[in-house]
């Protein structure tokens, strides 16, 4: 994806690993937290907005 700070095309998910009972033992899945970028000159990252329960 292209970085909206440094118009490359290295802005990349960050993502969390959860691990959800189910029935047979933990089922693992991914949730996206947020974007970063992985141009090293460039700082950007954002977080997802956090649901509201």
Not at 26 to 46: A, I, L
């Given at each position: 994806?292209?970085?909206?700070k440094c ?5 990349q998910n960050?993502?969390v690993?959860?691990?959800l009972?189910?029935e047979?033992g933990r089922?693992?899945t991914?949730?996206t ?14 977080k997802?907005?956090?649901e509201?329960?």
């Amino acid at each position: 994806m292209i970085c909206p700070k440094c118009n490359k095309d290295t802005l990349q998910n960050m993502y969390v690993r959860l691990s959800l009972p189910c029935e047979n033992g933990r089922k693992r899945t991914f949730k996206t937290v947020g974007y970063v970028c992985m141009n090293d000159e460039c700082d950007f990252s954002q977080k997802s907005k956090q649901e509201e329960d």
